[in-house]
């Protein structure tokens, strides 16, 4: 971290002073490699789900599977764009499920950030309350590391993350914000209209 912030700030010193001098910092290069690409489009697609919720995404903003798998091949990037926080949500909530299984959990973390109450990001849903230790998603605060190191699960979520943020999945859980294993049984949950019960998940949204 302290040799990217220091990258950052010898940056902005050399933008100052050509600032100065009366020029211009010539713009930065767009990331042209297809995972930059998908990157980009994920951007897109998170800012229309947080002002639109269920409206279509356009053709052009969606993303391929070849670019959402092209994005963290190794599974231990940092966690600083929507696909990576989605699909890594998805591979420790809800691995060694189905694409049905996987995608409802991928509508939860939608649901909030189409909703006010919650942060207006994917990374910022999937890790809110960390800073207080009291993680929404229990896989991001848990002690452990959060890479994903099975990759055929992981790319099986990160092709669900990338259909769910392309529009291209439907909402089993009819506007879901919360969810939890069906082997446990919170008290919260008592508080909340049950919306699905799936095979593997109870899903809930407030009454």
């Known amino acids: 971290m302290k ?22 910092a010539p713009p930065a290069r767009a990331d042209t490699t297809l995972a930059g690409k998908a990157e980009h489009k994920a951007r897109i697609l998170e800012q229309i789900a947080a002002e639109s919720g269920d409206a279509p995404s356009p053709d052009t903003a969606r993303i391929t599977p070849s670019g959402a798998q092209a994005v963290d091949p190794q ?3 940092p966690l600083d764009d929507p696909l990576t926080c989605l699909a890594r949500t998805l591979y420790w909530e809800a691995r060694g499920t189905s694409a049905r299984e996987m995608g409802a959990v991928a509508s ?7 909703d006010a109450r919650f942060p207006g990001t994917v990374c910022g849903v999937v890790l809110q309350g960390s800073e207080q230790g009291r993680c929404q998603f229990s896989w991001w605060c848990d002690g452990r590391a959060d890479d994903a190191g099975e990759s055929d699960a992981y ?3 990160k ?3 990338r259909r769910a943020l392309n529009g291209q999945t439907r909402d089993v859980t009819h ?3 919360y969810f939890h294993h069906r082997g446990i049984s919170p008290r919260w949950a008592s508080r909340f209209e049950r919306t ?5 998940f109870v899903f809930y949204r407030p009454e």
């Open 159 to 161: 092709e669900v993350a």
């Open 75 to 77: 599974g231990a990037a």
């Open 3 to 24: 040799d990217h912030h220091g990258k950052r700030l010898a940056v902005l010193g050399c933008a100052t002073f050509l600032g100065l001098a009366g020029l211009t």
């Open 196 to 200: 699905l019960t799936s095979g593997d």
């Open 108 to 114: 939860v973390v939608l649901n909030r950030l189409a």
């Open 175 to 177: 506007g879901a914000l």
């Open 155 to 157: 790319r099986h979520a």
